[in-house]
């Protein structure tokens, strides 16, 4: 009798070591990547490039980093991993190596989007992360968002051996193109989902587009071509940061009347740099931030008087508030200056969609 119930035990203990090791298995899948203006040939760049041999080589580089772009996904898995590659490229000294070559994921509760763990990038270019576990095994609704400034090369998220997971379309409506500087493609956010693009898609429902090449977003002549070939309900114009006062006289009119030829009615929102934090100290730094948005404005105003219909401005007012608290390295905003960003940004955004009835 002791024999036998002995043997039960242990069957009892090794059936339990094999469900244990079973529920641990986690099958891999790749999926669509999302968050692009356009289709691309290269699933993880944000624009190809290929068909705009012209736009700077700096620009062409920034548009293969990730930033922006995300997959899409619904499983009843309890555990969700990932595996990803990027490029050899380190971080750099004023991001999180989450934000810069890691993930993070979002999951939708009560009908919002919430935060629900990261994909910490290894010492290698290739990486295995599990980036939520011990959760219920109903259906969940999902968001991988890839990383800001690297190049992915490849991206299978994981779940439990026997979950499901089916892809999701793209869960954002309308398209809204944001063109910009670093602050656009996520300088200095803590993680990936937290560049103001994807908060305001995530606020909103909307699609906005990141198209952010840091310190690159010089409004080009090629540059702006190719931004004006990009569908959009809505241009958002976020350069101000990079140009310089010359260039912003130059190139400003270009930009917005080559979006305007190729997309008669779609609103264009012109936005001020924000204030350089050192700038209150460094007086360089001060003038050419105050020379660069006393051009912009100029030039807004001069498209209004040439008959340019459906422009709007931001101004830097307040952007960051005025503790100057709001940013990692006096340049780029932290966590704190996108949401004071946002507060701005998003209602003077959703005011111009409403007037022109595309929400």
């Not at 305007?260 to 050419?288: C, M, W």
């Not at 200056?337 to 946002?342: E, H, L, S």
């Amino acid at each position: 009798m002791y024999r036998t119930q002995l043997i039960l035990i242990l069957l009892s203990i090794f059936l339990s070591f094999q469900t244990l090791a079973q529920t641990s298995l986690k099958k891999y899948v790749s999926l669509t990547v999302l968050g692009k203006a356009k289709e691309t040939e290269n699933m993880f760049h944000r624009v190809d490039t290929t068909k705009y041999p012209l736009i700077p080589k700096s620009v062409k580089y920034l548009l293969t980093n990730s930033a922006g772009l995300f997959v899409s996904f619904k499983t009843n898995s309890t555990s969700i991993a990932a595996k990803w590659c990027t490029s050899d490229k380190k971080s750099s000294s004023n991001m999180t190596a989450i934000a810069y070559e890691g993930l993070d994921i979002y999951i939708k509760k009560d009908g919002k989007w919430q935060f629900a763990g990261v994909g910490r990038p290894g010492t290698k270019s290739c990486s295995e992360s599990v980036l939520v576990s011990n959760m219920d095994s109903s259906e969940k609704e999902c968001l991988v968002y890839l990383p800001l400034y690297d190049e992915t090369k490849s991206l299978e998220i994981g779940v439990d051996e026997n979950a499901k997971i089916s892809e999701n379309t793209n869960p954002f409506q309308k398209q809204i193109i944001v063109y910009g500087s670093s602050i656009v493609q996520g300088a200095s956010a803590s993680r990936p989902g937290l560049a103001y693009p994807s908060r305001l898609s995530r606020n909103t429902g909307l699609n906005f587009v990141n198209i952010g090449v840091s310190g690159s977003a010089k409004m080009e002549k090629e540059v702006a071509d190719m931004v004006s070939e990009m569908p959009g309900d809505v241009y958002v114009l976020d350069c101000v940061p990079n140009s310089s006062p010359a260039e912003i006289k130059e190139r400003t009119k270009y930009l917005v009347k080559k979006i305007r030829s190729s997309n008669p009615i779609a609103p264009i929102i012109i936005i001020q740099t924000i204030v350089r934090e050192h700038g209150y100290f460094d007086k360089s730094v001060g003038l050419r931030v105050q020379q660069q948005n006393e051009e912009i404005k100029r030039q807004l105003e001069e498209l209004v008087k040439e008959s340019v219909k459906d422009l709007y401005f931001i101004s830097a007012d307040n952007l960051l508030g005025n503790d100057h608290e709001a940013t990692t390295d006096g340049t780029h905003p932290n966590d704190l200056g996108f949401d004071r960003m946002i507060q701005k940004f998003q209602p003077e955004i959703l005011n111009v969609l409403k007037k022109h009835k595309i929400i």
